[in-house]
């Protein structure tokens, strides 16, 4: 499968962000699988998609892992079963609210 801005993928893999699951496509960048999540506004968004304007900065861990959350641009990295988000940019943040139900009641 290969639709729209996507890279191919056959499947869709397992991340957490900020504790909740999503499913999103194999072997794409991280940014990319925001944007599966939230089509109406990742490429909207203040992204530079091209790992210069650092809007795209997360943190994140793997399962199990032992090691403090790493920061990463998540235009540059390519997403990984288990994945663990746990902080998101302000960009990203405002993006996501909606897709991810982050908005506080
Ligand atoms: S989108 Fe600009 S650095 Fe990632």
């Excluded at 499913?23 to 790992?51: A, D, H």
Aim: proline share 8%.
């Amino acid at each position: 499968m290969g639709v729209g801005p996507f890279r191919p993928y056959e499947r869709l893999v397992q991340i957490k962000i900020l504790g909740k699951p999503f499913e999103v496509p194999e072997k794409n960048m991280l940014l990319r699988c925001f944007q599966y999540l939230s089509p109406e506004t990742i490429p909207y968004g203040r992204f530079c998609w091209n790992q210069e304007c650092q809007t795209c900065r997360v943190a994140y861990q793997m399962p199990g892992g032992q090691e403090a959350p790493r920061q990463v641009l998540s235009c540059k990295i390519i997403v990984a079963e288990g994945m663990e988000i746990t902080e998101l940019s302000t960009e990203l943040t405002w993006n996501l609210k909606k897709a991810l139900a982050l908005e506080k009641s």
